[in-house]
């Protein structure tokens, strides 16, 4: 692949996605004061009258779409990573049970989400939603891609959740690479025999910087951008198992119950290879800048590479 | 309907809810009882539906947020033909159209999935929204417990709904008095709703929720007024119509026992 240019961050590819789909008369957007940073505020300046503001009050919005989907709209409804957590017990038999079709978005996940510390720095999102029966569960890694698979969500049939981060990460896609992207289909971005690199969302990024240092140093790795951690993409999964030597998952989230766990899940019904785990372990963040706070917490391209040489010695 | 019949089809179902609920051996027949008479007054002359099209985009909508008065709703969809008798005492069973709480996924009619308080005015407000947006008329009702806006998501629902004029959302409120465990006011008393919803920009009025008279009047104003939300705030009995039901906590989430069937039938004629 071609050398990653700079883009925006994940945030302002939904927010593009979202100006595009008002095409469709049935797109609502549902705003719990975040817009500006959600980057739903695009849509909101173009189509104010499909834009609902419910102010700080997370657990009304989840319902407000709700039934909103129930009377043929396809809401959109978006806020912090962390604080649609607020509204999980609305998402779970509110929006999920009755398979309302509500595409939810909380921005800002992740400890690489920075200075504004834990409170803000959800890691445990991921985990949550995969567990609700029928959810799609999406963690884009660049602007890009966030844009693509938002707007795939238009002919979704399931209520989804999409993760998207708060700061800028290089482009993994360009303009055309994008639209290869489908969800619930991990995308191949390197191909390596020695062993594989699952990652998403930021770590992306990270997972490639690794590969190429191990490349150096004569292993070769595949990497896989696993932008839907929910329908995971088992088939992909297995053909790993048959070519790689194991498996090393990355992820800016909680160990417990992540992309990590969903691939450990997997493979342990088919067992064949070692897996280990780059994430968050079980504790909270701090105030820092990404980089640090990535280095902290032990999810960076070094601690990658770490992972990949412990499997293969 | 005249008053006399909305009269009778309640009585009809007050029969219906004792004997699902007995037949299934589990169910709750006080917030049932309480909330019958403004439901028999809604589906006898309000609501606009089509029993034949349970999912006609422009009905009216009924969101029974006190999801585990379901026999409540199951005994008025029987009576309009939504659901046969089989269907309503196989309430609570496997593979019952008739589920514990309400449920859309599962029933013909139902327009929301209850069971866990405090959601139904939020859904209310998203289908008064949506309907605005189509440019139709379509009525949205709400009907939540007095113990159910203890939680905090009814409040946001309130100011939110004031704030977006939702003029056609209008919410039932059953002021039975009791909760699961025991009277509101013992449990945490939500106090002067009518005053509480008014200073949320609402427009309210107060009634005897098992005065058909009162009921029909203030569902009719309540339809015509659609200029801001509207909310009735119905003074009502747990229980009304079983003696020993009327206003005692125990009878919130209990079924029946044989001879408690016969006592209630005989009193319910």
Not at chain 1, 55 to 68: D, R, S, T
Not at chain 2, 92 to 113: L, P
Not at chain 2, 208 to 236: C, F, Y
Request: with cysteine; aromatic share 6%; glycine share 10%.
């Amino acid at each position: 692949m071609s050398a990653p240019s700079t883009g925006g961050a994940s945030r302002d590819g939904y927010g593009s996605a979202l100006l595009r789909l008002a095409e469709d008369p049935r797109v609502v957007v549902l705003e719990a004061d975040l817009g500006k940073s959600t980057k739903s505020c695009l849509f909101r300046e173009a189509n104010p009258e499909r834009t609902v503001s419910l102010g700080i009050a997370e657990q009304n919005m989840v319902l407000v779409a709700a039934g909103m989907s129930s009377s043929g709209k396809i809401p959109f409804a978006s806020t912090f990573a962390i604080f649609t957590e607020r509204g999980f017990e609305q998402v779970r038999n509110g929006v999920a049970r009755p398979g309302l079709v509500v595409h939810l978005c909380g921005s800002h996940g992740g400890i690489h989400t920075g200075t504004d510390g834990s409170s803000a720095q959800s890691i445990e999102d991921l985990a949550l939603y995969r567990t609700i029966p029928g959810m799609t569960v999406i963690h884009p890694c660049d602007d890009l891609s966030a844009e693509e698979l938002t707007i795939q969500l238009l002919h979704h049939d399931r209520p989804s959740y999409t993760r998207t981060a708060r700061n800028k990460t290089p482009r993994m896609y360009d303009e055309v690479s994008c639209k290869d992207l489908k969800i619930g289909k991990g995308s191949r971005l390197r191909e390596g025999s020695d062993i594989a690199i699952i990652a998403c969302g930021v770590m992306v990024s990270e997972a490639i910087k690794a590969a190429e240092v191990l490349s150096s140093k004569g292993i070769e790795a595949t990497v896989v951008d696993m932008h839907t951690i929910k329908p995971l993409d088992t088939e992909l999964i297995d053909d790993l198992v048959e070519t790689c030597g194991g498996i090393v998952t990355a992820e800016d989230h909680s160990v417990i119950g992540g992309l990590g766990s969903a691939v450990a899940e997997h493979v342990s019904y088919t067992g064949g290879v070692p897996i280990r785990m780059v994430g968050v372990s079980d504790r909270f963040g701090e105030s820092g800048e990404p980089e640090e706070l990535m280095e902290l917490m032990g999810i960076t391209h070094g601690d990658i590479i770490s992972s990949c040489e412990s499997i293969l010695s | 309907m005249t008053t006399s019949q909305l009269r009778e089809l309640a009585l009809r179902c007050r029969r219906h809810i004792v004997k699902m609920i007995h037949a299934a051996g589990a169910g709750h027949p006080g917030g049932s009882l309480s909330a019958i008479d403004m439901i028999a007054a809604l589906y006898g002359n309000q609501l606009r539906f089509d029993v034949d099209n349970p999912n006609w985009d422009d009905r009216d909508r009924f969101i029974m947020s006190k999801g585990h008065a379901s026999p409540a709703v199951y005994s008025i969809l029987f009576e309009m033909g939504f659901i046969d008798e089989e269907d309503m005492m196989s309430f609570r069973k496997m593979g019952s159209v008739c589920q514990g709480h309400v449920d859309m996924k599962w029933t013909d009619g139902v327009d929301f999935s209850a069971g866990s308080l405090g959601m139904g005015l939020s859904f209310g407000l998203g289908c008064a929204l949506a309907a605005r947006m189509d440019s139709s008329d379509r009525n949205i009702w709400v009907m939540v417990g007095d113990g159910e806006i203890q939680e905090g998501q009814f409040w946001e629902a309130a100011m939110a709904a004031d704030f977006h004029s939702a003029g056609r959302l209008n919410l039932i409120v059953d002021r039975n008095r009791i909760q699961n465990d025991d009277f509101v006011e013992v449990q945490m008393e939500v106090g002067d709703v009518a005053a509480k919803l008014s200073s949320f920009g609402w427009d309210v009025r107060e009634i005897d929720g098992h005065n058909m008279e009162q009921v029909s009047e203030a569902i009719l104003w309540s339809s015509t007024k659609t200029d801001s939300p509207t909310a009735i705030v119905a003074h009502t009995t747990k229980g009304k119509g079983v003696s020993f039901m009327e206003d005692n906590p125990s009878f919130h989430g209990k079924a029946p026992n044989d001879k408690e069937l016969e006592m209630a039938m005989g009193e319910l004629s």
